[in-house]
């Protein structure tokens, strides 16, 4: 027995004309443009989930009491659609979003999503806009799924009625400039989450949290901030949005452990597996600021990269706090950097063989 539901198709009135859309995706952007159609499924106390439609999309009508703007019951994924050299569709290890999404549903207090409702609403969707995947190098269909409580209410609980809903926008690289090393801000005034908090929940908290560190990056002049933990403020944890990698001079690749105060990123758990798969040992242990910036000085670390969904694989070149700077590698793209994105792409898009059974085809 599966847990899918009907999806109700409810006709877009007026979709985008093709030219138009061939305008809009030959240069994208990241999270700007986005494609006709949503899909949307209801939950309630009394229904469980019900209502799937894929729709025009369009604004939600909300009641000013709703619970998601007092008490922020939100929680959200990114995934992304590739199309093939031979015009596949493809989506990348999605029930691992799908089980991601309930884990941080579980901690929002929130109903969980039977998987296969989940993957059946993002192909629902796919399908209806994949002629919104662009093509090129590094494009894609950025896919977000999330959900919010909607119950009129002004009392401290869990909501009793939710909304999940399923968007899309074409995107090209997330940075400008493509690989390039970015530089990054070591926030020191500001953590991102504490044990027990929030922080292996991707939920739309933690990244409000971190905006006021983010402007903190742009005003001194980086792409991005770092956070360290909130007990101590000593040892690295994750950047804004992405998780981050140290190479060392032997080859080996360290990267902070999963303790519950960082979000298990599903291209880290890729990179981790390609890594060891290609013989490298790679170690889940806690690594400091303060060896972060010796190890660079003396030439230990080779190589430092975060990785997330939107910017897959990016190379970290240059560090900067409040006590100064110092870069990495003389601030270049690295040799193993370099290989494990070659690596998770090809499988992406279907350049590689799929050895680890991470292609999902999405029939269109």
């Not at 989506?91 to 999503?113: G, I, K, Q, V, W």
């Not at 409702?117 to 799924?145: H, K, M, N, T």
């Not at 889940?284 to 670390?301: I, K, N, V």
């Not at 430092?304 to 190379?315: Q, R």
Request: aromatic share 10%; net charge neutral; charged share 20%.
């Amino acid at each position: 027995m599966t847990a899918k539901i009907d999806i109700r198709h409810i006709p877009h009135a007026t979709p985008t004309p093709a030219d138009v859309r061939a305008k809009l995706i030959a240069d994208p952007g990241f999270g700007k443009i986005f494609t006709d159609h949503m899909v949307t499924v209801r939950w309630s106390a009394d229904k469980g989930w019900h209502d799937g439609q894929l729709r025009a999309r369009e604004a939600f009508t909300l009641d000013p009491a709703a619970a998601v703007l007092h008490y922020a019951q939100e929680i959200f994924e990114g995934m992304k659609a590739y199309r093939t050299p031979d015009g596949e569709v493809l989506l990348f290890r999605p029930l691992e979003n799908a089980r991601r999404f309930n884990r941080s549903a579980e901690r929002m207090a929130m109903p969980a999503l039977p998987e296969e409702i989940f993957l059946q609403a993002v192909e629902a969707l796919v399908r209806a806009d994949v002629d919104w995947i662009p093509g090129g190098d590094g494009a894609s269909l950025y896919l977000r799924p999330f959900m919010f409580a909607d119950e009129s209410f002004l009392g401290v609980k869990p909501a009793g009625s939710y909304v999940f809903c399923v968007i899309a926008c074409p995107v090209g690289a997330y940075f400008k400039g493509g690989a390039k090393p970015v530089s990054v801000w070591a926030s020191q005034d500001y953590t991102r989450a504490a044990a027990g908090g929030t922080g292996a929940a991707k939920c739309g908290g933690n990244y409000a949290a971190s905006l006021i560190a983010q402007a903190e990056a742009i005003r001194n002049g980086c792409d991005q901030v770092v956070f360290l933990d909130a007990a101590e403020k000593k040892w690295v944890e994750e950047l804004g949005g992405m998780n981050v990698f140290f190479v060392f001079d032997d080859g080996t690749l360290q990267t902070p452990p999963l303790t519950g105060t960082i979000l298990p990123g599903i291209t880290r758990d890729s990179i981790i597996k390609l890594a060891r798969a290609d013989g490298m040992i790679v170690n889940e242990t806690p690594y400091s600021f303060a060896q972060w910036q010796a190890d660079a000085a003396s030439g230990r670390l080779r190589e430092v990269f975060a990785c997330g969904t939107a910017a897959v694989v990016s190379a970290i070149g240059t560090v900067r706090h409040k006590e100064g700077s110092f870069t990495i590698g003389g601030g270049e793209d690295g040799e193993i950097t370099r290989t494990l994105r070659a690596r998770l792409t090809a499988i992406q898009r279907a350049q590689a063989p799929d050895t680890m059974g991470w292609r999902h085809k999405v029939v269109v």
